[in-house]
């Protein structure tokens, strides 16, 4: 049976926040991208309600049609880390390739926009008057060495920053940053041309629509992000909606067997109304919590209860293929050791299991 769409089962072409936020990127014509749902969350929390995330998937083509409805700035504000810098630089190139005027905000001294929204209120709103053009933030990654290059590190340093420019949609702009990078690197303008026709670059919208063809589509993920199992995702939605309704706390109870040891200690103390002690545990209720009080004003009582019902059925599934899964190897064991009574055994649970899923 598969899995209807939820807020938390989105395709990954499905930009979080979004129905929240549209309203707000429609009337500035800008939106702030980051990377992560908390990011959202804690941006959105902080005032800065044209935020948009992308739920730790990378941006796709058909994240910026949808914004291209709405607005031709993309405000980009991912980690203040090398992963990061990179995540951005194939942002920037897959927008610049769509002729969106792209921006990027830099995070200082902060590791991410939800640290910066945390340990200093307001920050994001005023960095976001600072951002710069991305061709700077090229600028700056490849050319901002005081030393002298050698001249192979030199030309293939201009050789990445032609590639951006020539990427970019709008002849425009690409003369304007062609002289830009001249007068920068005190190279003639006709020459940097010349290297520059000579660079092979990505039809970007292209890449990505083949992309999309050749790989499986992806689940939205949560927390960091995709590295959540589908029964962790079901978990932390079911605990989501008891956040919401303490009804679904005691209806939760009969099927504490199928969920992870860490939800059901999270859901002992919300029953118990008991603070957690594992701050891991704890930062993990945060962030379940900091969605639940951001999507209870978007879902009506009757699809909570119609989700609630399902998502207790996949979990229950979820558990059963995860069982099924263990057993397997158990077989395998047995085999290799020649132990026949137990592979017997074990392949007798094997075939309940699986007709336990065959009629779930």
């Known amino acids: 049976m598969n899995t209807p769409e939820?807020?938390?089962?989105?395709?990954?072409?499905?930009?979080?926040?979004?129905?929240?936020?549209?309203?707000?990127?429609?009337?500035?014509?800008?939106?702030?991208?980051?990377?992560?749902?908390?990011?959202?969350?804690?941006?959105?929390?902080?005032?800065?309600?044209?935020?948009?995330a992308t739920s730790g998937t990378a941006l796709t083509f058909d994240h910026l049609k949808t914004i291209r409805r709405l607005a031709e700035q993309l405000i980009l504000c991912f980690d203040n880390d090398e992963a990061g810098f990179n995540a951005v630089?194939?942002?920037?190139?897959?927008?610049?390739?769509?002729?969106?005027?792209?921006?990027?905000?830099?995070?200082?001294?902060?590791?991410?926009?939800?640290?910066?929204?945390?340990?200093?209120?307001?920050?994001?709103?005023?960095?976001?008057?600072?951002?710069?053009?991305?061709?700077?933030?090229?600028?700056?990654?490849?050319?901002?060495?005081?030393?002298?290059?050698?001249?192979?590190?030199?030309?293939?340093?201009?050789?990445?920053?032609?590639?951006?420019?020539?990427?970019?949609?709008?002849?425009?702009?690409?003369?304007?940053?062609?002289?830009?990078?001249?007068?920068?690197?005190?190279?003639?303008?006709?020459?940097?041309?010349?290297?520059?026709?000579?660079?092979?670059?990505?039809?970007?919208?292209?890449?990505?629509?083949?992309?999309?063809?050749?790989?499986?589509?992806?689940?939205?993920?949560?927390l960091r992000e995709s590295a959540c199992s589908r029964r962790e995702l079901i978990c932390q939605r079911l605990i989501s909606l008891a956040i919401l309704d303490k009804d679904f706390q005691e209806r939760i109870n009969e099927h504490l067997d199928y969920f992870l040891e860490d939800y059901s200690l999270i859901l002992k103390c919300l029953r118990e109304e008991a603070k957690l002690e594992d701050e891991r545990?704890?930062?993990?209720l945060n962030l379940i919590s900091l969605r639940s009080s951001f999507e209870s004003s978007i879902l009506d009582p009757e699809k909570i209860e119609k989700e609630f019902q399902e998502l207790l059925h996949q979990l229950r599934i979820e558990y059963l293929k995860e069982k099924r899964q263990g057993l397997t190897g158990l077989v395998k064991e047995a085999e290799g050791t020649g132990d026949e009574t137990k592979v017997a055994s074990v392949l007798k649970e094997f075939n309940e299991v699986s007709k336990s899923i065959q009629n779930a």
């Open 281 to 284: 545990l704890n930062n993990l």
């Open 89 to 222: 630089e194939r942002a920037i190139d897959l927008a610049n390739a769509n002729d969106f005027n792209v921006k990027i905000l830099t995070l200082q001294d902060f590791k991410d926009p939800a640290e910066a929204a945390q340990k200093s209120p307001g920050a994001l709103a005023g960095l976001i008057k600072e951002t710069k053009p991305a061709m700077e933030f090229y600028f700056e990654r490849y050319l901002k060495e005081k030393v002298k290059l050698e001249l192979p590190e030199f030309k293939k340093k201009i050789r990445i920053v032609l590639a951006k420019i020539k990427n970019l949609a709008s002849a425009v702009e690409r003369a304007q940053w062609l002289k830009e990078l001249s007068q920068r690197t005190k190279i003639e303008e006709k020459t940097l041309a010349e290297e520059m026709e000579q660079l092979k670059t990505l039809n970007y919208a292209e890449k990505n629509a083949e992309l999309r063809r050749n790989s499986p589509r992806q689940s939205a993920s949560s």
């Open 6 to 52: 939820t807020l938390i089962f989105n395709k990954s072409r499905i930009l979080y926040g979004f129905h929240k936020t549209k309203k707000h990127i429609l009337e500035q014509k800008s939106a702030v991208l980051v990377e992560g749902q908390m990011d959202f969350l804690m941006a959105y929390q902080d005032g800065v309600k044209n935020v948009i």
